[in-house]
C-alpha cells in the first residue's frame, strides 16, 4: 500500500528537473539554470534506481550508467557532437600566417617559409623570420631577406636569381617587378626582371599601390597591374605620378592622390569632387565621368566596382570601361547593408545584410546570397588583400540562450565555413588563425 509513494518525491525531483530545463529551453533562461535542472533530473533518476534495485554494487553500476548517459545527453544536446577540425601542428616559434602572407598553389608563403595549405609541413625556407614575401605567384615568388631579394621556384624552393635590391614588392605585370626601395636612405621604385633579377630602371620616389586620402600601401605581396603610382615628393600632398611598368616612364602627370586613386583593369579610377572619373592610363585623357555619392569609397577590381550611397543602404555599380552606373537595391527585408571593408580589391564584392531573419552576405554584381545560420551578432572584421577571403566575428546562441563568441571564413566564391569558437581570429587565403591554433578551410 504505502510502496507507490516511495516512487513520489523521486520522480518528483526529475519532473522539477525536466520542467527547468524545458523552461530554459522555451524562454533561454542560459546555462545556470539548464545545469540545475540537468542536476535534478540526475539526483531524481538515481534516487529511482536506488529504489528499484537491490546490493550496492548493481546500484552503483546502473546509476553511474544512468548519470553518464544524462550528462553525456544534455550535453550534447547544447553543443552538439565532439568534433575536431583540421588544425596545424606547428612549433609555438614557428610564424603564423599574418597580413603578408599569400599562397601560391596548394602552399602558403609566410616570411621566408612555404607551408603546405592542407598540413601546414614545410616544403622549403629560406632566410629566417624577419624575411617577407614580395611576391607570390603560381610561377615565381620573390622574397626580401633582409640583405638581398630571392626568386625561388614556389613548387621546389629552388633559387633562380638573387639581387641585392630590397623593399616591398608594389606591382608587377608578370614580366617586371616594381619594388619600394629604400636602401640608400632615398625612397626609389626599381624595376626588376623577373627572368633574372637584374634592374631594369629606377625612378626617385616612393611607388604605392593606391591613393586613399594620401599614398597608401595594403598588407600585401605586389598586386598585378601595368602600371604603377609614384609621388615624388611627400610635402606636396595629393600630387603624384602614373609611371608605365615596363619602361618606367611617366604617362600621366598630375594624378590627384588626395582623396582616392588607382588603377583598375586598364582604366586610372580617380574621385573628382562629387563624381568618379575614368583616365586612361596611357595619357590621362578622361574616358568618363559619372556622379557618385561617395566616390572616396571604391570596393572592387573586376569589370564594375561599387559605390555606397549616401545612406549606405544601397549600392551603385559602375561599369569601368564605359563609366555607366546603375543603383543596385539589396534583397527584400533587408534592414541595413554594410560593405565588408574598404579594402575589398578582389573583382568579387561582398556586403553583409542585416534581415528580419537573420544574417546573409549579399554579392552585388552576381546576386548570390550566402546565409550565415544561427548568428545573433555579426560583424566583419576585414578582408585578406591578396585573396579577398573576409574574416567574421560574432556570436550565437544555443538552445538554452547562451552566447559564444564565434569566427567564421568566407571565401571570394561564396563559401562559409563552419564557426569557430573564439575572437580576434585572422582569415588569410583559405586558413583561419584563432591564438596559435590555424585551421585550413577545406
Excluded at 225 to 253: F, H, M, P, W, Y
Excluded at 347 to 376: C, F, H, K, M, Y
Aim: with cysteine; net charge negative.
Amino acid at each position: 500500500m504505502n510502496r507507490p509513494r516511495r516512487y513520489g518525491p523521486a520522480a518528483g525531483v526529475v519532473l522539477v528537473g525536466a520542467g527547468l530545463i524545458l523552461a530554459t529551453i522555451a524562454w533561454r533562461w542560459g546555462h545556470l539554470t539548464y545545469a540545475i535542472g540537468g542536476v535534478a533530473v540526475v539526483v531524481g533518476v538515481v534516487w529511482v534506481v536506488a529504489l528499484l534495485t537491490r546490493g550496492p554494487m548493481r546500484r552503483i553500476v546502473l546509476s553511474a550508467g544512468a548519470v553518464l548517459v544524462i550528462v553525456a545527453g544534455a550535453v550534447v544536446a547544447v553543443t552538439g557532437f565532439p568534433q575536431s577540425p583540421p588544425r596545424w601542428n606547428i612549433p609555438s616559434d614557428a610564424q603564423l600566417p599574418n597580413e603578408w602572407s599569400a599562397r601560391a598553389g596548394d602552399l602558403i608563403i609566410m616570411g621566408g617559409t612555404a607551408r603546405d595549405i592542407e598540413t601546414g609541413k614545410v616544403a622549403w625556407a629560406h632566410a629566417g623570420p624577419d624575411a617577407t614575401p614580395m611576391l607570390v605567384d603560381d610561377g615565381l615568388v620573390v622574397i626580401d631577406t633582409g640583405s638581398s631579394s630571392i626568386g625561388v621556384d614556389p613548387l621546389t624552393g629552388r633559387e633562380i636569381w638573387r639581387s641585392t635590391v630590397t623593399g616591398r614588392g608594389i606591382v608587377h605585370d608578370g614580366k617586371i617587378l616594381v619594388v619600394a626601395d629604400t636602401r640608400s636612405g632615398t625612397e626609389a621604385a626599381v624595376a626588376l626582371d623577373l627572368a633574372t633579377g637584374a634592374t631594369l630602371w629606377r625612378q626617385n620616389g616612393r611607388p604605392v599601390m593606391e591613393c586613399d586620402y594620401g599614398p597608401t600601401d595594403r598588407f600585401s605581396p605586389a598586386r598585378e597591374q601595368s602600371d604603377v603610382l609614384l609621388v615624388r615628393n611627400e610635402e606636396r600632398k595629393g600630387s603624384a605620378e602614373l609611371l608605365d611598368v615596363t619602361e618606367g616612364r611617366t604617362t600621366i602627370g598630375d594624378v590627384d592622390c588626395s582623396v582616392m586613386a588607382r588603377i583598375v583593369g586598364d582604366v586610372l579610377l580617380q574621385a573628382d569632387g562629387r563624381t568618379l572619373a575614368g583616365r586612361s592610363p596611357a595619357d590621362g585623357q578622361r574616358l568618363w565621368s559619372t556622379p557618385a555619392e561617395q566616390p572616396w569609397d571604391v570596393y572592387g577590381s573586376g569589370s564594375m566596382v561599387f559605390t555606397p550611397t549616401a545612406d549606405r543602404r544601397n549600392l551603385v555599380g559602375i561599369d569601368v570601361t564605359t563609366g555607366r552606373s546603375s543603383r543596385l537595391a539589396p534583397p527584400p527585408g533587408t534592414r541595413e547593408v554594410k560593405l565588408a571593408s574598404a579594402e575589398q580589391r578582389t573583382p568579387e564584392v561582398w556586403a553583409l545584410l542585416e534581415r528580419g531573419s537573420g544574417a546573409a552576405l549579399w554579392n552585388p554584381g552576381t546576386g548570390q546570397i550566402t546565409e550565415i545560420p544561427d548568428a545573433v551578432t555579426i560583424r566583419v572584421e576585414g578582408v585578406d588583400m591578396s585573396s579577398g577571403w573576409i574574416r567574421l566575428e560574432g556570436t550565437t546562441r544555443d538552445l538554452t540562450g547562451a552566447k559564444t563568441d564565434q569566427c567564421w571564413a568566407f571565401s571570394p566564391e561564396g563559401r562559409l565555413s563552419d564557426p569557430f569558437p573564439g575572437r580576434n581570429c585572422l582569415v588569410d587565403d583559405g586558413l583561419l588563425k584563432i591564438q596559435d591554433d590555424v585551421h585550413p578551410i577545406l
